[in-house]
């Protein structure tokens, strides 16, 4: 499960910061007609004249977001960019570039950034963007990863957080909670490691909540799938801090409630039986755990027709008037309030 | 000299990461008509249907790229914005938006944090630049900056690195090695300051140098400036690592090769003053010293009577063929070659 720490050592004081940013992205070309001008300039040029430009930007640190003992640097390139896809794609709008900066430190080898830009070109080339820009420099302490995602829509295709009307339907995309339950494996085979290197563990009936959190990916089949249903959500959001988290954002900006209904909540057979094996209420995973990437959004209950029985869609609940407050109704029918407490007593990610 | 640590903190984990960000960005207004949607959605949007668009990103690093024992907080957020837009001037574009993401660790109190970012908002205001998202988050160690900054200039205004000519005029804005001149004088001061902490230093013969160091100037203004005299560069680049650096990356891009010309190098007579000080070579200073934000380019000789005179603008040097290499011609009319080893052996910034 760990990492190979590679045989191989480069330092990077061998190439210097020039050499270095050529030698990593000497195999990306841009394959986007608006990208006019990538990397190897003061700045990047784009050409985007027929459409609105979605911009986007998170920052990854090592230590905060991600722990280098059980994530591979491949698999961690391709999130940082996922995480910044789904922002996009939750503007109903398609990604074109990146920009990608990184700092290490010392301890890092060439192979290591090797390893990393190649979980990068693997996700820009899997999802149609152009790496155009960035900074490489060095930490004084770990890694860090900071990218900047754009992309373009019709002004009539956007969706803001802000659209939701009382009656809306919540639908999400997917299901949730697998990337948090991946998490806890991950870091229970750690504590393993820790007292016996020579473990081998069985981590295969896990695979799909490893892989959630390891190497997600953003949904950006559900712009066009919406635009050929013919639907157009009324507000949306990405999941990445846990659903109450997004509700609490869509039901603030749009000046709503919301009632979420707990038997909705679309989880995977592997979350159930790993929720119950680490002894965590599932719903309490699902709603605070996070990292899910998937889309978040309402639309008119009229348009119900269009969605129903769509496979990658699920209606959680729906939208109420502000003064009703925003509430998850329990399987046995209680009313129990949603708070951003609930989300910050069980996030570990970011404060 | 040293910044007062703020007698009033308070913590981070109070206000939370959302709290945090809402804080910082309220008192942030968009005036660009090209900003659609600014903080506050999953992405921000922008509307630059007419122009083609300029995209370029830095990373600043503690105890890499910023020592805050000297620096104050205002100053860095400032300086943190003119580095990003240096870029975009240096495309001959005009700068509309940024992006700010930010890491600290928890040893920064909030009252830290609105001292950074009151160097940002005045750094916007001042260069009518949009802040229109970014990310906040902990980190482990120190303090990190990551700026994204947005411009937008007609595709036949654009310069690029890579259009020089052989014959073309060298020319460059300003004068060079002031920053790093005021960056001696402050580590000279913090060593000072570590040995008797109540030395209380006149540092007023040094406020040129120390002002350029802590609080640069990016050129907005020559952007207008060619534009009114009528003269488009044939390339350009930003002075970020010094003159030796990018002198060699015009050549390179443009495939031509370069006279450099000592005498006519501009510097202030502080940097000659201090430079005799600290006994250092103040050629090798404007060469290698670096963060001077001023811009470099090259223009036909034919324009060289629209320039002739204008005290913004020196011409340096000429291009060459590029079989003729790149040379310092000495002021006792030695020529010695540029190469890049002379900056990497000077800079303490980058590798």
Redesign the interface.
Known sequence: MLDDKNPKRTS??EL???GLIKHLTKDFTTKQKST??GI???????????K????????L?????FDLSYVPLKHLGYKAVMVNLS??Y??N?IAT?I?V???VSNRFPLEALEELYSGIALAAKTYNVDL????T??????M?I?I????QAK?ED?V???GAKPNDLLVVTGDLGAAYMGLQVLEREKEVFKVNPNSNPDLSMYTYVVERQLKPEARKDVVPLLDALGVKPTS???ISDGLSSEILHLCE?SNVGCNLFEDKIPLDPTVISSCEEFKINSTTVALGGGEDYELLFTIDQKEFPKIKGNPNLTVIGHMTDKNEGVHLISRNNTKIPIT?QGW?GLSKE??
């Open positions: 990077l004081e210097g910061e020039f006019l001008k190897g300039d003061d700045a990047a040029v784009l050409d985007i004249t027929d609105k430009i979605v911009v986007s930007t998170d920052l640190i090592e230590g905060v977001h922002d996009i939750a503007m709008a570039q920009t900066s990184i700092a155009i820009g960035g900074d420099t060095s930490s004084t302490k770990g860090l900071s900047t995602a754009i992309g002004e956007l803001y957080r802000n949306m959001i990405d900006e951003a910050n970011e404060q």
